[in-house]
């Protein structure tokens, strides 16, 4: 019989395409194109259903393609899901919950947030902008949000202004966040000081510029974790909106006693501190301070020139010292004692004293007694100064000072007066 050529040619094609595709069915899952435009697809949504234990999308080389998958004109509002698995496991815009991430990092822009339950809304950690990390209720869910004001009008000091409806009513002491405005510097976090309502707000610090274009928001129960300047450190803060202090330590919270606000530290527990501490202004006591350790001293002076400490450097008579500086053409060893008019007050009396003593200071601070290897008493205002001694009636009805020198006692006439 003799071969058409037509009938082989045909022939070999459908062989060659048997022998280039794969024999199963997994195989041929993972080899199919799909090239048509979305105007081409019929419907709106893809189903993929691999086969068993078969990856359901796997992307190979996208080359210079800048997206994997874009939603640019998918119409997804902020809060749907552009990732679903659950009602607790999703990715929206708005949050990432209960993410599971391994061996990498995560990178957030500001305003959003992580939350550890997806029903109470509580203890969450959300990026806040202005290189702020804040920790406390979530940014929405009536939580740390209390409103947000824009085009504000600042005058280069601590008032910002907005005379129209606000829409909420904050409290002292929460976060005010400058996001955006005209001068750069003022850009970031402050604590609102005080307010009138629907008229103007005042924070805690002068802002630099003078601009009219400022959008705030304002954020209440959060703790702050805040990045460096470049020239100062980082920060931990409180901003509460009942303007509380921030606790540390505690097994609950506590109310202070001393009137402390949100930008104060409140200690629930002891405090145990190994290394020098430095306090540069009032220390308030409400209870003992204790030096539980021998030989240790409080001093006073720049270069510590007086100090006060129980010596125990002799092992049979522990006494308490008062070392008073060695003396000299300014700091002098007198110990002196007067009523509240002394208090910086250039007395002027003790110039050059280098002889450890003990003044005693008239009420009207016009004469001294100063006790030292010798008796000195100064002249008051009328030029005379005296020491009036008063003594027993053991003697007789008009009294003498008794003062005993080795067992010898010598009787001094009553109301005798030294006249210096």
């Known amino acids: 019989m003799k071969k058409h050529p037509f009938i082989f040619t045909w022939v070999a094609i459908l062989a060659l395409l048997t022998l280039s595709y794969p024999s199963n069915a997994q195989e041929r899952n993972k080899t199919r194109v799909f090239s048509r435009t979305a105007s081409q697809l019929i419907s709106p949504r893809v189903t993929i259903s691999a086969t068993p234990n078969a990856d359901g999308i796997v992307f190979g080389s996208l080359g210079t393609a800048t997206k994997g998958i874009d939603f640019t004109n998918s119409n997804l ?6 990732l679903y698995m659950s009602a607790t496991q999703y990715w929206n815009t708005v949050e990432l919950s209960a993410p599971n991430f391994v061996g990498g990092n995560v990178a957030m822009s500001r305003d959003k947030q992580i939350k550890p339950s997806a029903s109470t809304g509580n203890a969450n950690i959300f990026i806040a902008g202005i290189q702020a990390l804040l920790i ?9 949000s209390v409103g947000y ?9 601590t008032l910002i202004a907005k005379a129209s409806t606000w829409g909420f009513t904050p409290t002292v002491g929460i976060m005010i966040q400058i996001i955006t405005g005209s001068t750069s510097a003022d850009l970031g976090t402050y604590r609102l000081v005080s307010f009138v309502q629907d008229t103007s707000f005042t924070v805690d610090r002068a802002l630099a510029g003078s601009d009219a274009d400022l959008n705030v928001r304002f954020i209440k129960d959060v703790i702050g974790f805040f990045a460096t300047d470049g020239t100062n450190g980082q920060r931990i803060a409180g901003y509460s909106a009942q303007d509380k202090p921030l606790q540390l ?6 109310a202070t006693t001393r009137s402390l606000t949100g930008k104060d530290v409140l200690i629930g527990g002891k405090l145990e501190v190994d290394g020098a501490a430095y306090f540069d202004s009032t220390i308030w006591a409400g209870g003992n301070i204790n030096l539980i350790t021998g030989d240790f001293h409080i001093s006073w002076g720049s270069n510590y020139e007086a100090k006060m400490l129980f010596e125990s450097a002799d092992p049979n008579a522990h006494e308490f010292i008062l070392a008073l500086p060695d003396g000299g053409a300014v700091d002098v060893p007198v110990f002196v004692i007067g009523d509240q008019g002394i208090v910086n007050v250039n007395l002027g009396w003790f110039d050059g004293i280098t002889e450890p003593s003990i003044a005693l200071v008239n009420a009207a601070e016009n004469a001294y007694v100063r006790y030292g290897s010798t008796v000195d008493v100064s002249a008051n205002s009328t030029g005379a100064g005296s020491i009036l001694m008063k003594g027993t009636t053991a003697r007789n009805s008009t009294g003498f000072l008794a003062i005993t020198v080795t067992g010898t006692t010598y009787y001094i006439p009553f ?3 030294i006249t210096g």
Do not use: K
């Not at 509002?77 to 552009?82: H, K, L, R």
């Open 415 to 417: 109301f005798t007066t």
């Open 149 to 157: 004001l824009t085009s504000c009008t600042s005058n280069g000091t």
């Open 249 to 254: 330590g505690g097994d609950v919270l506590a």
């Open 77 to 82: 509002a902020s809060t749907d899901n552009y």
């Open 136 to 144: 406390g209720n979530s940014y929405g869910d009536n939580g740390s």
